[in-house]
């Protein structure tokens, strides 16, 4: 009996595979199908969501507790964690604070209290044909990605950006390695306070001209914050080409 089974199987499956045939260019032309996606994104950075379910107004202790690390005002408790920092290959400064590409203290760009919400309420993404001629005046035709906006649902854009912007350096020395090109960190022994990216000094009162102004405040010398709705219509196609196919390219 299981013979008998196992024979009857592999004849439906051998039947199966031999109807399965190649599709020509021709043929997959003619086929028509429904494609597409409207796409959102909300993005929530260093700040407080009041739409989630662990909210309640006027307590925060979940949060100070997990990964928002918020007080009640809605930014950050603390400071480290609310920051983005850069830090280019080869940038030190020496002794003095002289320039060199080779070794000294690594210079850091760092954004302090970088915070925020955006949300982008809706994205098409389609795909379609898109048909130019080259430079031979040949008729082309490519594939393309497309993406769609729609002036109705604009971006919404609350309270993003940062509140300083400063150039830091580490209190330990680093230096690059001339033939792989790999950098080494003198930092054994390093307390959190003496890398570049979490150093925590604000303006006091004795720090004039900024004390007015600025007391209290993370040091840096720019910041930024914006608000505002950004309103989009019409698409924009990605396809791949060279210069010989599209002067454009």
């Not at 045939?21 to 043929?27: I, K, Q, S, V």
């Not at 035709?141 to 400063?166: C, E, H, M, V, W």
């Not at 959190?192 to 993370?218: H, I």
Request: glycine share 8%; with cysteine.
């Amino acid at each position: 009996m299981k013979k008998t089974t196992l024979l009857i199987l592999s004849s439906v499956m051998s039947f199966q595979l031999a109807a399965m045939e190649p599709l020509t260019d021709t043929a997959m032309q003619q086929v028509e199908g429904q494609a597409g996606a409207d796409l959102s994104l909300k993005l929530i950075l260093n700040q407080i969501n009041t739409s989630d379910a662990n909210y309640v107004s006027g307590n925060t202790s979940a949060y100070q507790k997990n990964a928002y690390q918020l007080d009640k005002a809605g930014v950050c408790k603390n400071v480290q964690f609310c920051r983005l920092a850069l830090s280019v290959n080869n940038r030190y400064v020496q002794t003095g604070d002289v320039a060199s590409s080779t070794s000294g203290n690594k210079l850091w760009v760092v954004f302090k209290g970088l915070q925020g919400t955006i949300n982008l309420q809706k994205l098409g993404l389609d795909g379609m044909d898109v048909t130019y001629k080259n430079a031979g005046g040949t008729t082309m035709t490519k594939a393309a990605i497309q993406l769609s906006y729609d002036a109705t649902l604009p971006i919404q854009i609350r309270n993003f950006g940062f509140d300083a912007l400063s150039i830091e350096k580490d209190d330990f020395t680093s230096q690059t390695n001339a033939t792989t090109g790999v950098v080494t960190e003198n930092s054994s022994g390093a307390t959190a306070d003496q890398y570049a990216y979490l150093k925590t000094g604000k303006y006091s009162a004795s720090d004039a001209p900024n004390s007015f102004y600025d007391q209290g405040r993370e040091k840096g010398f720019m910041g930024m914050k914006m608000n505002g709705n950004l309103a989009l219509q019409g698409t924009m196609l990605m396809f791949s080409c060279n210069s010989t196919s599209n002067a454009r390219c």
